[in-house]
Each structure stands twice: as structure tokens, then as C-alpha cells.
């Protein structure tokens, strides 16, 4: 099974710039690379920031195109949406008013949360309501594979100015995980590409459509940087999980002959 992950698409009105980028533009591009290479996934999940300020022109926007694209789009909300607004273009909330939702596919439960907290806080937050919800899902899941996804990853990631932010009640939703068969974490937030282990729970981060965010404050003079942005390809089979992150704006053929090194690597 093939699903996609993009984060942090930070859209504005129509004919604005974000920090000198054009985030539609962005976002269509990253649209129309998947639906070329990649139509055959399952579904596409977007984990948050969708949009830098809550616009309902936005969301109405983002709507719409995902309306015509082939594959299914599961969205969650970040610390720069709108929950209200999100809602009153795409509904969908649980029954306590969050954008939280699950996927049950080939024997693999997704579960894509809700780590809103608000303003003016742009860390994370999931309380007891948010809690319950996922305790039930994981308690349906009953040991068979689990797959998260949500905005704010709930450790430090080791940026400084990252680890201000994240999820704030991580000790409580990490005990949440006991006992579940969690076989990986998506999440967004942090506008850069990691992978590594938590509580021996696989997890993966990719860069935002739009901006990114230097690892390193000081090599460039701005808080926020032009790096190149990635979707996911994750290929899940029989007990094995694997992500490539493809750079769709900066693909280039290199200068070889066409003929070269074609069908013979064996």
C-alpha cells in the first residue's frame, strides 16, 4: 500500500506572497507531481498549517482543489488554522468539535489528530476530550497496526526554537501509546525533513510546501528560509514501513547521456 504525506502548505488569499512565495503556486505544483507520478496511493494525508491565517477564502480555495484531485485527502489542522473556519468549509469535526478522524485500510489503522491549542499560543495541545477520543481508537485498533498523524510532534526534536512549541502535555500522550501497536508518527510543524525513533516509535517529518525553517538560526540572516520543498511516498507491506521524500520543485536530469547506464545494474 502507497499513501502520501505533505505539511504545512500556509496558504493565503489569491495574489498574495508568504515571505516572498507564492504558496498556491507551491501547492499546485506539489498537486500535480503526485497526481503524475503517484496516482495510485491510497490517500493523501496534510497535517496541518493549511493555511498562515485561518482564511475561509483559503480553506474554500483548498477545497476546491481538492476536489479535483484523484487521490483522498485527509486533513488536520495546525497552530496557524482556524478550527472554526476549517469546519465551516469542510465539516467533519468528532463529537466534541474536533477535526480528528480514522482509516481502517488493508488491516492498518490511521488515525490523523487534532493538536490545536489556539491562540495565542502556537504550541500544541490535547486534552481530555482529544484524549478520549484516541484512547477509544486505539482501543479498537486492539493490537493490529496503528500509523498517527498530527501537527505538533509531542518530543523535542532538538531546535531551539521548535522545542518551544510542541506538544504541550507530551507526558500524558505519550502514555497514551502504551501498549498499542504504533508502527509510525507522522507529523508536520517543523518545516524540516527527520526521521528517527521515539519510545521506540518510528517517525518522519518533512519539509513545508512553502517555507522552511534553517536547522541552524544563524546560517541564514531570516527566522524562516527558501529550502526545498518534499512530499512523502510511504510504501507499507507486510510489517515493513518506508518513506522517501521527494524534492518535486528541484528534480533536474543530470548531465549524462540518455543511453547511459540503462538496464544493466545487474
Not at 476546491?64 to 469535526?93: C, E, K, Q
Not at 484516541?134 to 501537527?151: C, D, I, T
Not at 518533512?206 to 544563524?218: A, K, M, T, Y
Amino acid at each position: 500500500m502507497k499513501f502520501i504525506h505533505i505539511t504545512d502548505l500556509h496558504l493565503v488569499p489569491p495574489g498574495e506572497l508568504l515571505w516572498g512565495l507564492d504558496p498556491f503556486e507551491r501547492f499546485d505544483a506539489c498537486l500535480n507531481d503526485i497526481a503524475r507520478h503517484h496516482g495510485d496511493a491510497a490517500f493523501c494525508a496534510i497535517t496541518g498549517d493549511l493555511t498562515e491565517m485561518g482564511s475561509p477564502q483559503a480553506y474554500v480555495l483548498l477545497r476546491d482543489r481538492l476536489a479535483r484531485f484523484p487521490i483522498p485527502a485527509h486533513l488536520m489542522i495546525g497552530n496557524h488554522d482556524d478550527r472554526g473556519n476549517y469546519l465551516a468549509v469542510f465539516g467533519g469535526a468528532d463529537r466534541n468539535g474536533y477535526v480528528q478522524s480514522g482509516l481502517l485500510l488493508n488491516g492498518n489503522h490511521f488515525l490523523f489528530l487534532d493538536t490545536l491549542k489556539g491562540e495565542p499560543s502556537s504550541a500544541g495541545l490535547y486534552d481530555t476530550p482529544r484524549k478520549q477520543w484516541l484512547k477509544a481508537r486505539l482501543s479498537e485498533a486492539a493490537g493490529k497496526p496503528v500509523f498517527l498523524f498530527m501537527h505538533h510532534p509531542p518530543f523535542d526534536i532538538g531546535h531551539p526554537l521548535m522545542d518551544l512549541i510542541k506538544l504541550e502535555d507530551a507526558q500524558d500522550f505519550e502514555n497514551l501509546l502504551k501498549d498499542s501497536d504504533v508502527r509510525h508518527l507522522f507529523f508536520g510543524h517543523a518545516h524540516r525533513t527527520m526521521s528517527g525513533i521515539w519510545n521506540g516509535i518510528p517517525f518522519s517529518a518533512i519539509p513545508g510546501v512553502n517555507h522552511q525553517l534553517p536547522l541552524v538560526r544563524e546560517s541564514v540572516p531570516t527566522v524562516y528560509s527558501n529550502e526545498p520543498p518534499m512530499y512523502s511516498v510511504v510504501l507499507v507491506k507486510e510489517g515493513r514501513t518506508v518513506v522517501h521524500s521527494d524534492a518535486f520543485l528541484h528534480r533536474a536530469p543530470a548531465d549524462m547521456p540518455l543511453d547511459v547506464e540503462r538496464d544493466d545494474w545487474i
